[in-house]
């Protein structure tokens, strides 16, 4: 994927400043996970389950 200059910039200093340990296509995912995560298009990993969700069977 060809991201325009100034996006290919902000990913270099995301990168740098908050995971140098990823390459560009890890540091993709991440910035796009962190996007739908504040969206609330995808569940927050430290969410739980929703009340509606909980049953005998994941109760432990």
């Known amino acids: ?12 200093r995301f990168i740098e400043r908050d995971h140098p340990e990823m390459d560009r296509s890890e540091a993709i995912v991440a910035a796009f996970r962190d996007w739908a995560t504040a969206r609330g298009l995808v569940a927050n990993a430290d969410e739980g389950l929703r009340p509606d969700e909980l049953n005998a069977s994941n109760d432990g």
């Open 1 to 12: 994927m060809e991201l325009p200059r100034e996006l290919s910039s902000a990913l270099d």
